[in-house]
């Protein structure tokens, strides 16, 4: 049987190397285009809402 806790920490992994490869390509794109400047910031918001979210909820502490 496998703990839930690394189900929940493989999950998490994924959605940051998610965002990962949607910043690569804003990145390359962004030269001076505002529209896709601000969708990138609510999409940053997001997880970073989603991170502290886990982390005060106890989802990134290790226990044995």
């Not at 049987?1 to 190397?17: V, W």
Request: aromatic residues 24%; glycine residues 4%; positive net charge.
């Amino acid at each position: 049987q496998i703990n839930i806790r690394y189900y929940i920490f493989a999950i998490l992994f994924l959605i940051f190397d998610v965002e990962a490869v949607f910043i690569f390509p804003w990145a390359v794109v962004f030269v001076g285009n505002n529209v896709a400047f601000y969708a990138m910031m609510i999409f940053l918001a997001v997880l970073f809402i989603a991170i502290v979210y886990g982390w005060r909820k106890g989802v990134l502490e290790w226990r044995k």
